[in-house]
C-alpha cells in the first residue's frame, strides 16, 4: 500500500494537453486511469485553433461519468506558441506532471516526437509522461 500512496503523491494534479489527436486522446486515457487509482486531479487544456469546438465535445464524451476534470482553453498570441502557452500553465498552476501526446496531428508520420511534445519535455518544470 506504501508504493500506491506515494506514486498518488507525485500525480496529485495533472495537465494534459490534448489537440484532437489520436496520440493526445491516448495520453487522456492514461490520466483517467491515475486520477481512478491515485485521485489525481486532471486539468485538460487545449490551445485554441482550428478544430476547438470538436477538441471540446471529444473530451466531454470521454470524460464525462468517469473522472472529474477541469477544461481551460489557452490561446497562443503573435507573440508565443502553443509549447509557450502549455509551459506558462505549467509553471503557474503548479502541476505535479504533464501527460502529453508524443506528436500531434502534424502531416509527417514519420516523426516520432513533434514539436509541442520535445519543447515541453525539454523545458517543463515537473514529470513530463510522453505516450506515442
Not at 58 to 61: A, H, N
Given at each position: ?15 494534459v494537453?490534448?489537440?484532437?489527436s ?7 486515457e ?7 487509482r491515485?485521485g489525481?486531479?486532471i486539468?485538460?487544456v487545449?490551445?485554441k485553433g482550428?478544430?476547438?469546438?470538436e477538441v471540446?465535445k471529444?473530451?466531454?464524451?470521454k470524460?464525462?461519468?468517469k473522472?472529474?476534470?477541469?477544461f481551460?482553453l ?9 509549447p509557450n502557452e502549455?509551459?506558462k500553465e ?10 502529453l501526446g508524443?506528436?500531434?496531428?502534424s502531416?509527417?508520420?514519420e516523426?516520432?516526437?513533434g514539436?509541442t ?7 517543463s518544470?515537473?514529470t513530463?509522461?510522453?505516450v506515442r
Open positions: 500500500m506504501e508504493s500506491s500512496y506515494r506514486v498518488s503523491f507525485w500525480l496529485r494534479k495533472v495537465l494537453p490534448v489537440d484532437g489520436e496520440n493526445g486522446f491516448r495520453a487522456l492514461l490520466a483517467v486511469d491515475f486520477a481512478k491515485y489525481s486531479k486539468t485538460v487545449h490551445v482550428e478544430g476547438t469546438d471540446r471529444s473530451v466531454q464524451s470524460l464525462e461519468r473522472v472529474d476534470y477541469e481551460k489557452l490561446e497562443a498570441g503573435t507573440d508565443s506558441s502553443v502549455i509551459l505549467l509553471y503557474d498552476g503548479s502541476y505535479d506532471a504533464v501527460i508524443a506528436r500531434g496531428t502531416i509527417n508520420q516523426l516520432n516526437i514539436s511534445a520535445l519543447a515541453i519535455a525539454a523545458n518544470p515537473t513530463v509522461i510522453i
